[in-house]
T-cell receptor, first 114, second 114 residues
Framework: SQTIHQWPATLVQPVGSPLSLECTVE??????LYWYRQAAGRGLQLLFY??????ISSEVPQNLSASRPQDRQFILSSKKLLLSDSGFYLC?????????????FGPGTRLTVL | AQSVTQPDIHITVSEGASLELRCNYS??????LFWYVQSPGQGLQLLLK??????LVQGIKGFEAEFKRSQSSFNLRKPSVHWSDAAEYFC????????????FGAGTRLFVKA
Protein backbone atom coordinates (compact mmCIF):
# COMPACT_ATOMS: atom_id res chain seq x y z
CA SER A 1 0.00 0.00 0.00
CA GLN A 2 1.02 3.58 -0.49
CA THR A 3 2.12 5.84 2.33
CA ILE A 4 3.33 9.40 2.52
CA HIS A 5 5.68 10.77 5.14
CA GLN A 6 6.45 14.31 6.15
CA TRP A 7 8.97 15.58 8.61
CA PRO A 8 9.41 17.22 10.88
CA ALA A 9 5.92 17.27 12.35
CA THR A 10 6.52 20.54 14.16
CA LEU A 11 9.14 23.21 13.67
CA VAL A 12 9.86 26.54 15.34
CA GLN A 13 12.34 28.73 13.52
CA PRO A 14 13.59 32.29 13.91
CA VAL A 15 13.04 34.87 11.20
CA GLY A 16 15.85 34.78 8.67
CA SER A 17 16.79 31.16 9.27
CA PRO A 18 16.75 28.52 6.50
CA LEU A 19 14.07 25.89 6.06
CA SER A 20 13.95 22.38 4.72
CA LEU A 21 10.81 20.24 4.84
CA GLU A 22 10.85 16.77 3.39
CA CYS A 23 8.15 14.60 1.93
CA THR A 24 8.54 11.03 0.72
CA VAL A 25 6.06 8.66 -0.84
CA GLU A 26 6.19 4.89 -0.73
CA UNK A 27 4.41 2.29 -2.78
CA UNK A 28 3.90 4.15 -6.03
CA UNK A 29 5.99 5.25 -8.98
CA UNK A 30 6.16 8.55 -10.82
CA UNK A 31 3.60 10.31 -8.64
CA UNK A 32 2.53 13.89 -9.06
CA LEU A 33 3.69 15.71 -5.94
CA TYR A 34 2.29 18.85 -4.34
CA TRP A 35 3.14 21.30 -1.56
CA TYR A 36 0.29 23.24 0.03
CA ARG A 37 0.19 25.77 2.85
CA GLN A 38 -2.64 26.51 5.23
CA ALA A 39 -2.45 29.74 7.15
CA ALA A 40 -4.46 29.86 10.37
CA GLY A 41 -8.16 29.66 9.61
CA ARG A 42 -7.65 29.69 5.87
CA GLY A 43 -7.95 27.24 3.03
CA LEU A 44 -5.33 25.41 1.04
CA GLN A 45 -2.84 27.41 -0.98
CA LEU A 46 -0.98 25.45 -3.64
CA LEU A 47 2.69 26.39 -3.53
CA PHE A 48 4.42 23.96 -5.91
CA TYR A 49 3.71 20.83 -7.86
CA UNK A 50 5.88 18.39 -9.73
CA UNK A 51 5.05 15.80 -12.36
CA UNK A 52 8.53 14.31 -12.51
CA UNK A 53 12.09 14.44 -11.26
CA UNK A 54 13.49 17.94 -11.62
CA UNK A 55 10.17 19.31 -12.93
CA ILE A 56 8.79 21.93 -10.58
CA SER A 57 5.93 24.34 -11.18
CA SER A 58 5.62 27.32 -8.88
CA GLU A 59 2.21 28.73 -8.19
CA VAL A 60 2.94 31.64 -5.87
CA PRO A 61 5.96 33.97 -6.06
CA GLN A 62 7.62 33.97 -2.65
CA ASN A 63 10.81 33.17 -0.85
CA LEU A 64 10.16 29.43 -0.92
CA SER A 65 11.51 26.90 -3.39
CA ALA A 66 10.94 23.22 -4.05
CA SER A 67 13.04 20.42 -5.43
CA ARG A 68 12.47 16.83 -6.45
CA PRO A 69 15.81 15.06 -6.34
CA GLN A 70 14.28 11.59 -6.54
CA ASP A 71 11.05 10.18 -7.94
CA ARG A 72 9.30 9.95 -4.60
CA GLN A 73 10.98 12.76 -2.69
CA PHE A 74 9.80 16.34 -2.59
CA ILE A 75 11.58 19.04 -0.60
CA LEU A 76 10.38 22.52 0.35
CA SER A 77 13.09 25.03 1.18
CA SER A 78 13.76 28.61 2.05
CA LYS A 79 17.02 30.49 2.47
CA LYS A 80 15.53 33.05 4.85
CA LEU A 81 12.20 32.58 6.58
CA LEU A 82 9.70 35.40 7.02
CA LEU A 83 7.06 35.72 9.72
CA SER A 84 4.45 35.23 7.01
CA ASP A 85 5.83 31.77 6.26
CA SER A 86 4.22 30.43 9.43
CA GLY A 87 1.53 27.89 8.72
CA PHE A 88 0.66 24.27 8.25
CA TYR A 89 2.45 22.69 5.30
CA LEU A 90 0.95 19.71 3.57
CA CYS A 91 2.49 17.43 1.00
CA UNK A 92 0.27 15.37 -1.28
CA UNK A 93 0.58 12.95 -4.15
CA UNK A 94 -1.61 11.73 -6.98
CA UNK A 95 -1.25 9.72 -10.16
CA UNK A 96 -2.40 10.34 -13.69
CA UNK A 97 -1.99 12.90 -16.43
CA UNK A 98 -4.30 15.46 -14.93
CA UNK A 99 -6.20 16.39 -11.81
CA UNK A 100 -8.96 13.83 -12.13
CA UNK A 101 -7.65 11.51 -9.46
CA UNK A 102 -7.79 12.07 -5.76
CA UNK A 103 -4.84 13.43 -3.86
CA UNK A 104 -3.38 11.66 -0.86
CA PHE A 105 -2.14 13.95 1.86
CA GLY A 106 0.63 13.63 4.38
CA PRO A 107 0.19 14.42 8.08
CA GLY A 108 1.58 17.94 7.69
CA THR A 109 4.27 20.09 9.28
CA ARG A 110 3.36 22.91 11.63
CA LEU A 111 5.86 25.72 11.08
CA THR A 112 6.07 28.68 13.44
CA VAL A 113 8.40 31.51 12.54
CA LEU A 114 9.24 33.79 15.46
CA ALA B 1 -12.17 30.75 -14.53
CA GLN B 2 -12.04 27.57 -12.52
CA SER B 3 -13.20 27.96 -8.97
CA VAL B 4 -14.91 26.28 -6.05
CA THR B 5 -17.14 28.18 -3.64
CA GLN B 6 -18.10 26.96 -0.21
CA PRO B 7 -20.44 29.68 1.00
CA ASP B 8 -20.44 28.70 4.66
CA ILE B 9 -17.23 29.39 6.56
CA HIS B 10 -18.55 27.49 9.56
CA ILE B 11 -21.65 25.57 10.52
CA THR B 12 -22.88 24.36 13.90
CA VAL B 13 -25.25 21.43 14.18
CA SER B 14 -26.51 19.38 17.07
CA GLU B 15 -25.41 15.81 17.44
CA GLY B 16 -27.92 13.57 15.72
CA ALA B 17 -29.16 16.32 13.41
CA SER B 18 -28.81 16.20 9.66
CA LEU B 19 -26.06 18.06 7.84
CA GLU B 20 -25.69 19.64 4.44
CA LEU B 21 -22.52 21.44 3.35
CA ARG B 22 -22.78 23.46 0.18
CA CYS B 23 -20.36 23.52 -2.71
CA ASN B 24 -20.61 25.29 -6.06
CA TYR B 25 -18.02 25.01 -8.78
CA SER B 26 -17.03 26.63 -12.02
CA UNK B 27 -15.07 24.43 -14.39
CA UNK B 28 -14.66 24.61 -18.13
CA UNK B 29 -14.59 20.88 -18.80
CA UNK B 30 -16.09 17.72 -17.38
CA UNK B 31 -15.65 18.12 -13.62
CA UNK B 32 -14.28 15.49 -11.30
CA LEU B 33 -15.57 16.41 -7.87
CA PHE B 34 -14.23 15.57 -4.44
CA TRP B 35 -14.98 16.10 -0.78
CA TYR B 36 -12.14 15.89 1.73
CA VAL B 37 -12.21 16.09 5.51
CA GLN B 38 -9.48 17.47 7.75
CA SER B 39 -9.36 16.84 11.47
CA PRO B 40 -7.45 19.45 13.51
CA GLY B 41 -3.71 19.22 12.97
CA GLN B 42 -4.05 16.45 10.41
CA GLY B 43 -3.81 15.99 6.66
CA LEU B 44 -6.84 15.75 4.41
CA GLN B 45 -8.69 12.51 3.84
CA LEU B 46 -10.95 11.76 0.90
CA LEU B 47 -14.60 11.31 1.83
CA LEU B 48 -16.00 10.68 -1.62
CA LYS B 49 -15.62 11.52 -5.29
CA UNK B 50 -17.79 11.85 -8.37
CA UNK B 51 -16.57 11.12 -11.87
CA UNK B 52 -19.63 10.03 -13.82
CA UNK B 53 -22.75 7.91 -13.61
CA UNK B 54 -25.11 8.01 -10.67
CA UNK B 55 -25.25 11.59 -9.42
CA LEU B 56 -25.67 10.50 -5.80
CA VAL B 57 -22.41 9.14 -4.49
CA GLN B 58 -21.75 7.40 -1.23
CA GLY B 59 -18.61 7.91 0.76
CA ILE B 60 -16.99 6.87 3.97
CA LYS B 61 -18.29 7.63 7.46
CA GLY B 62 -21.92 7.73 6.28
CA PHE B 63 -21.51 10.76 4.02
CA GLU B 64 -23.08 11.20 0.61
CA ALA B 65 -23.03 13.93 -2.01
CA GLU B 66 -25.25 14.80 -4.93
CA PHE B 67 -23.97 16.21 -8.20
CA LYS B 68 -26.37 18.65 -9.86
CA ARG B 69 -24.99 19.79 -13.19
CA SER B 70 -27.73 22.37 -13.76
CA GLN B 71 -26.84 24.08 -10.50
CA SER B 72 -23.09 23.47 -10.68
CA SER B 73 -23.33 22.07 -7.19
CA PHE B 74 -21.95 19.13 -5.27
CA ASN B 75 -23.41 19.33 -1.77
CA LEU B 76 -22.33 16.99 1.00
CA ARG B 77 -24.90 15.44 3.31
CA LYS B 78 -25.14 13.24 6.32
CA PRO B 79 -28.45 12.19 7.89
CA SER B 80 -27.22 12.09 11.48
CA VAL B 81 -24.10 13.87 12.66
CA HIS B 82 -21.81 12.42 15.30
CA TRP B 83 -19.54 14.46 17.56
CA SER B 84 -16.55 12.91 15.81
CA ASP B 85 -17.62 14.58 12.55
CA ALA B 86 -16.42 17.94 13.86
CA ALA B 87 -13.70 18.89 11.37
CA GLU B 88 -13.07 21.05 8.34
CA TYR B 89 -14.52 19.97 5.02
CA PHE B 90 -13.12 20.86 1.63
CA CYS B 91 -14.84 20.59 -1.72
CA UNK B 92 -12.56 20.29 -4.75
CA UNK B 93 -12.74 19.99 -8.53
CA UNK B 94 -10.32 18.57 -11.05
CA UNK B 95 -10.36 17.20 -14.55
CA UNK B 96 -8.46 15.55 -17.36
CA UNK B 97 -7.77 18.82 -19.11
CA UNK B 98 -6.18 22.01 -17.90
CA UNK B 99 -3.24 20.57 -16.05
CA UNK B 100 -2.52 18.89 -12.78
CA UNK B 101 -3.98 21.33 -10.30
CA UNK B 102 -6.98 20.44 -8.20
CA UNK B 103 -9.02 23.48 -7.25
CA PHE B 104 -10.00 23.49 -3.57
CA GLY B 105 -12.68 25.52 -1.87
CA ALA B 106 -11.88 27.58 1.19
CA GLY B 107 -13.38 24.99 3.48
CA THR B 108 -16.30 24.79 5.90
CA ARG B 109 -15.60 24.17 9.55
CA LEU B 110 -18.21 21.98 11.21
CA PHE B 111 -18.92 22.30 14.91
CA VAL B 112 -21.07 19.69 16.62
CA LYS B 113 -22.86 20.52 19.84
CA ALA B 114 -24.10 17.99 22.33
Amino acid sequence: SQTIHQWPATLVQPVGSPLSLECTVEGTSNPNLYWYRQAAGRGLQLLFYSIGIGQISSEVPQNLSASRPQDRQFILSSKKLLLSDSGFYLCAWSVGQGSYNEQFFGPGTRLTVL
Amino acid sequence: AQSVTQPDIHITVSEGASLELRCNYSYGATPYLFWYVQSPGQGLQLLLKYFSGDTLVQGIKGFEAEFKRSQSSFNLRKPSVHWSDAAEYFCAVGGNTGGFKTIFGAGTRLFVKA
